[in-house]
């Protein structure tokens, strides 16, 4: 147990230092002013490298398989252990000066990216995506040869734990199939029913953000443990004991901002539902990048887009954001909420088509990677394949390859994570209706006790206790099934009329 006891402390040490470089980077995104972004960088790559020379010790081998021969009897424990040599593997294939070179470079360009989307403008960030993209590679290539896989396996396999090329490339496939067509007849649906009542604004900012903190907290998010700020892109990080979200505002959509802070809160909740006892062990943390956008989706897609939640919503924004008791209606927000379109920009899309969005990415980020596209042909690459693939051809890199921040912060892997997100959500809602039917009518209030509740036991208490597909067999009965998804699109928007 001796050597088990002395991973612990290195781990404890690792995950301060890592959630304080989160936190820092938090602030980079959502309150920092652009002229510190080369001090932050510094900041940002000091503490990442002594993150990893916590947990990449030359020690750390030997220390493992003394805690191996002699491994702890509690099962939480054990699975801490395996956890461990996975974070472990991950860290020491990486030298310490990769490192700190990387975060320095992803720092700069996630800056700089916020300059070149604000003024269209993809060849002033060219030269810095070249090097995160050359860094990247450079990462990716040394996990592979340690552990036995692709250099993209090995950059995704960061992200969501035993996911493959092998896996992602035929569900992609099946989606990128199917979905047209189911598209395609939501479309014409759409197009055949009223036209949607105009939302008229402007509506307040100040009051947007008063509403939006409503629903958190009527979600369970605990403001003595997070906070709400404002960022370009809006997101969610911190730790456990000290969670930020951001959103972003439109003084003529207030259901942008609404639906993102509750699409965050989701997030927040299962980082705040996460054991604390384990909070700065590798158990303690999500499984995968994909069971923590489940959770999001499961909040902000299947709960909130219900003509339950939509009714509540109605009445609610109409108060908070001075509109009058009768200027909303369910049905008038169910024609905004649930409108699928082909549209540009991944964030704003809609729930059937954003994994076209997405297979646009995966496709795109394999080969930037592998290094079959150079990073200065990949405007033209994703507008192509927008075309291709969502139907819509972007007319500017704002539009384009710049509208996300992932590329540009290294996070090459990443975006496949959102649509296992999206099939878990459709498994675990289904799931969590059918073992409470009385879910729809808590929404219907504003509730979300039960629907919070049931993610809570079947989730987030369990941390990374066992991976996405262990913990999807356990709450729903089966691993990841593509056929949820679809089955929700269809019922919802083909056999629902309130979606037509």
């Given at each position: 147990?001796?050597?088990?006891?002395?991973?612990?402390?290195?781990?404890?040490r690792?995950?301060?230092?890592r959630?304080?470089?989160?936190?820092?980077?938090?602030?980079?995104?959502?309150?920092?002013?652009?002229?510190s972004?080369?001090?932050?960088?510094?900041?940002?790559?000091?503490?990442?490298?002594?993150?990893?020379?916590?947990?990449?010790?030359?020690?750390?081998?030997?220390?493992?398989?003394?805690?191996?021969?002699?491994?702890?009897?509690?099962?939480?424990?054990?699975?801490?252990?395996?956890?461990?040599?996975?974070?472990?593997?991950?860290?020491?294939?990486?030298?310490?000066?990769?490192?700190e070179?990387?975060?320095?470079?992803?720092?700069?360009?996630?800056?700089?990216?916020?300059?070149?989307?604000?003024?269209?403008?993809?060849?002033?960030?060219?030269?810095?995506?070249?090097?995160?993209?050359?860094?990247?590679?450079?990462?990716?290539?040394?996990?592979?040869?340690?552990?036995?896989?692709?250099?993209?396996?090995?950059?995704?396999?960061?992200?969501?734990?035993?996911?493959?090329?092998?896996?992602?490339?035929?569900?992609?496939?099946?989606?990128?199939?199917e979905?047209?067509?189911i598209?395609?007849?939501?479309v014409?649906?759409?197009?055949?029913?009223?036209?949607?009542?105009?939302?008229?604004?402007?509506?307040?900012?100040?009051?947007?953000?008063?509403?939006?903190?409503?629903l958190a907290?009527?979600?369970?998010?605990?403001?003595t443990?997070?906070?709400?700020?404002?960022?370009?892109?809006?997101?969610?990080?911190g730790?456990?004991?000290?969670?930020?979200?951001?959103?972003?505002?439109?003084?003529?959509?207030?259901?942008?901002?609404?639906?993102?802070?509750?699409?965050?809160?989701?997030?927040?909740?299962?980082?705040?539902g996460?054991?604390r006892?384990?909070?700065?062990?590798?158990?303690?943390?999500?499984?995968?990048?994909?069971?923590?956008?489940?959770?999001s989706?499961?909040?902000?897609?299947?709960?909130?887009?219900?003509p339950?939640?939509?009714?509540?919503?109605?009445?609610?924004?109409?108060?908070?954001l001075?509109?009058?008791?009768?200027?909303?209606?369910?049905?008038?927000?169910?024609?905004?909420?649930?409108?699928?379109?082909?549209?540009?920009?991944?964030?704003?899309?809609?729930?059937a088509?954003?994994?076209?969005?997405?297979?646009?990415?995966?496709?795109?980020?394999?080969?930037?990677?592998?290094?079959?596209?150079?990073?200065?042909?990949?405007?033209?690459?994703?507008?192509?394949?927008?075309?291709?693939?969502v139907?819509?051809?972007?007319?500017?890199?704002?539009?384009?390859?710049?509208?996300d921040v992932?590329?540009?912060?290294?996070?090459?892997?990443?975006?496949?994570?959102?649509?296992?997100?999206?099939?878990?959500?459709?498994?675990?809602?289904?799931?969590?209706?059918?073992?409470?039917?009385?879910?729809?009518?808590?929404?219907?209030?504003?509730?979300f006790?039960?629907?919070?509740?049931?993610?809570?036991?079947?989730?987030?208490?369990?941390?990374?206790?066992?991976?996405?597909?262990?913990?999807?067999?356990?709450?729903?009965?089966?691993?990841?099934?593509?056929?949820?998804?679809?089955?929700?699109?269809?019922?919802?928007?083909?056999?629902?009329?309130?979606?037509?």
């Amino acid at each position: 147990m001796a050597a088990y006891r002395e991973l612990h402390q290195r781990f404890d040490r690792h995950y301060l230092l890592r959630s304080s470089a989160d936190l820092l980077e938090w602030d980079a995104q959502a309150m920092m002013p652009e002229g510190s972004g080369d001090l932050r960088a510094a900041q940002l790559g000091t503490l990442r490298l002594l993150a990893h020379e916590a947990i990449a010790a030359p020690d750390m081998a030997a220390c493992l398989a003394a805690a191996d021969a002699s491994p702890p009897e509690d099962p939480w424990e054990r699975a801490n252990l395996v956890a461990m040599r996975r974070a472990w593997v991950h860290a020491a294939a990486v030298p310490a000066d990769l490192v700190e070179a990387r975060t320095r470079a992803t720092s700069s360009c996630e800056l700089a990216w916020r300059t070149a989307r604000r003024e269209d403008d993809f060849a002033s960030l060219l030269p810095q995506l070249e090097e995160v993209v050359n860094l990247t590679r450079q990462v990716g290539q040394a996990k592979a040869s340690v552990m036995g896989l692709s250099v993209y396996d090995a950059l995704a396999d960061e992200y969501e734990p035993g996911v493959r090329e092998a896996m992602l490339t035929p569900l992609f496939a099946r989606l990128e199939r199917e979905l047209p067509p189911i598209v395609d007849a939501i479309v014409e649906a759409q197009a055949r029913a009223p036209k949607a009542p105009v939302l008229t604004g402007p509506f307040a900012v100040d009051r947007q953000a008063t509403l939006g903190r409503h629903l958190a907290g009527r979600m369970g998010f605990d403001f003595t443990r997070g906070r709400l700020d404002v960022s370009e892109h809006p997101f969610c990080g911190g730790a456990a004991e000290d969670v930020r979200m951001t959103t972003r505002y439109d003084e003529a959509d207030f259901l942008t901002s609404v639906l993102g802070v509750v699409h965050e809160t989701g997030h927040a909740l299962y980082e705040m539902g996460l054991p604390r006892a384990w909070a700065r062990q590798p158990v303690g943390q999500v499984p995968g990048m994909g069971l923590h956008e489940s959770q999001s989706l499961l909040m902000e897609m299947q709960a909130a887009r219900t003509p339950e939640f939509l009714g509540y919503l109605a009445g609610v924004a109409s108060v908070h954001l001075g509109l009058g008791p009768d200027a909303l209606s369910r049905e008038a927000l169910a024609r905004h909420a649930l409108r699928v379109e082909r549209s540009l920009i991944r964030v704003d899309a809609d729930e059937a088509t954003y994994p076209l969005h997405i297979i646009v990415r995966f496709t795109l980020e394999r080969a930037l990677i592998s290094g079959d596209l150079a990073v200065k042909d990949l405007p033209t690459a994703f507008r192509d394949a927008m075309e291709r693939v969502v139907g819509r051809r972007p007319g500017t890199d704002r539009e384009g390859c710049l509208q996300d921040v992932h590329w540009p912060t290294g996070a090459f892997g990443y975006f496949p994570s959102y649509t296992i997100g999206a099939i878990a959500a459709a498994q675990l809602f289904a799931a969590a209706v059918e073992a409470d039917p009385a879910i729809p009518s808590e929404l219907a209030r504003g509730e979300f006790t039960s629907l919070r509740g049931y993610a809570h036991e079947h989730v987030h208490q369990h941390a990374a206790r066992w991976d996405t597909n262990g913990i999807l067999e356990r709450a729903t009965g089966r691993g990841l099934d593509v056929d949820a998804l679809l089955r929700h699109l269809r019922r919802r928007y083909l056999e629902d009329a309130s979606g037509s």
